[in-house]
Structure formats: C-alpha cells, structure tokens
C-alpha cells in the first residue's frame, strides 16, 4: 500500500532543471515534474507521510550553462497528494557558505530526516521543518560534490554509516557530537 519509487535525475548534457519521478507499482501510474527547484537536480529523496524530502545540487548536464545555474542548493517537500512543491528550504548553517549539493536523506527511527552537506551532518523535524542538529564532522572539506550523492545508512548496531566527504565515517546518532 505504501509502494512508491521516487527517482530525482541530473538532466542532459548542457541542460539545467531535474527531474522528481514518482511510478506506483500497485497502478501502474507515473509522475515526472521537471524543475521542481529552478535549474537544480535532484540529488536525494526520502518519504514521510504523504511528503517527499528532495535534495539539490546546483550542477546540471555536463557543460551546462554557469551563468544560469542557481547559487544555492536547497532541500524541497513535495505533496504527493497535491502533486506540489509546497516548500523550499535553505541550510542556515553559517559553516556552509558556498556548496553546491546537499545530499543523503534518510529518515530515522524517530522520524528526523538526515542529510549531509560538505562536511556537515545534519537532522531536520519534518513537523515543523526546522534543523534540529548538526555536526562539522570535516571542518575542512568545502564546496564539495557535483552529482554523486552522500550514502547514510543505519546499521542494526544502531549506529550511523555514511560516506560523507568521500570518507567512511561511523556515528552514534544518540551522540553526534
């Protein structure tokens, strides 16, 4: 009943705008919505209830236009039911001026989404769309990523597994600090 494949893409060579795919197996539909975020691809996706949490980078196709790339990657929510774009929401950390992707959703346990920026792993409520935590685990690694996005995954050890600045790294989300 919860059945939903969502796919966010990186457009074609000298092209800008993504793509969020949504296909139902149990129907057979299939959704696409190019640009959801402006002349932005969608690097990472995880449900809640009826919403979708996307993720950005400002990169598009190879040998995309730069003058007209966003400056900002920013994470979306997506209404399912609506089939809208019903939030943008920019990183107000101030140890992350200028990146280009935000990346790695995954929702816990407890319902908090994680991400990773550069360095920066980060926890947001999808209640009440605020951050909630973070961590500069890498203060020196900036500006990092194009399209290839950030891997987080819980272990059955209760521990956190990401490959956050292209380096493995193990977490206790109970204590990130």
Partial sequence: ????????????????????????PETGEKEVYRNVVENQSIVGLAKY????????????????PTSEMATKPVIFVWDIAK?????????????IQQTPMISGLTFDKDGQLW???DGVLFTMDPETMTFTKHKDIYP????????????????TDGLLYTDIAGRMTVVDPAHPD
Avoid at 1 to 22: R, S, W
Avoid at 84 to 93: D, R
Avoid at 140 to 155: L, T
Wanted: proline fraction near 4%; charge should be negative.
């Fill in 1 to 24: 009943q919860d059945d939903l494949l969502m796919i966010g893409t990186i457009p074609y060579y000298k092209e800008l705008g993504g793509v969020l795919a949504l296909y139902h």
């Fill in 49 to 64: 209830g009826n919403l979708i949490f996307g993720s950005t980078t400002i990169r598009g196709g190879l040998d995309a």
């Fill in 83 to 95: 089939k809208e774009k019903v939030k943008e929401i920019e990183i107000p950390f101030e140890s």
């Fill in 115 to 117: 991400g990773a920026v």
């Fill in 140 to 155: 020196d690694v900036k500006n990092r990523g194009m399209w290839r996005p950030v891997h987080i995954e819980f272990g």
